[in-house]
């Protein structure tokens, strides 16, 4: 059974990641969300609220479970006995940061492979701070994070 993780800060989750996170589960046995504990941008929200978020946004859906890291992502793959490194591509403006961290999580450890999945259309846009910021400023953000995130998102 092929097991892959999808690493990220989730801050918060939004369509878009878990639109890429159901998708990428019909193709593995198992996905593993890990949400990274202290990205290098602060985040916003603490890690227990970023996992509560993740986790209730894939309640339901079938081989997909959820965990958090520090330090190195290639250390938690082996730690996980994961063989794939699934990341989401928007723009032409993912590609410098993915291109990087791809090569980089290569050198680390070869066997490691990273799987890119397009977006879907109606995500290409999409970002955490985007949501963040249409948030503060009291728009609407139903449609873009999940009904869980939403709640959250319309107190802040
Ligand atoms: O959602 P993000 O912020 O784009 O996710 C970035 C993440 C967490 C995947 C990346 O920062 C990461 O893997 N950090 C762990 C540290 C690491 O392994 N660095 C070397 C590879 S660049």
């Known amino acids: 059974m092929k097991k892959a993780i999808y690493p990220g800060s ?6 878009g990641h878990l639109d890429i996170i159901k998708r990428a589960a019909c193709l593995f046995g198992e996905v ?10 602060k ?23 959820v965990d958090f890291f520090d330090g190195l992502l290639v250390d938690y793959a082996q730690s996980a006995k994961a063989s794939s490194i699934i990341r989401g591509l928007r723009a032409v403006s993912d590609f410098d940061y993915e291109f990087q961290m ?3 999580n290569r050198q680390l450890s070869p066997n490691l492979e990273t799987v890119f999945l397009m977006t879907d259309y109606k995500y290409s846009y999409l970002s955490s701070s985007i949501v963040k910021q249409i ?3 009291k728009g609407d953000i139903s449609g873009l ?12």
Not at 10 to 15: E, L, R, W, Y
């Open 43 to 65: 985040p916003f929200f603490s890690l227990n609220e970023r996992l509560k978020m993740v986790k209730e946004a894939v309640h339901g859906v079938k081989n997909i479970k």
């Open 145 to 156: 994070v999940p009904k869980n995130v939403a709640k959250i998102l319309k107190k802040i």
């Open 135 to 137: 948030a503060r400023l």
């Open 10 to 15: 989730f801050d918060p989750i939004t369509n």
């Open 32 to 41: 593993l969300v890990a949400v990274i504990s202290n990205p290098e941008k």
């Open 102 to 104: 791809a090569l980089t």
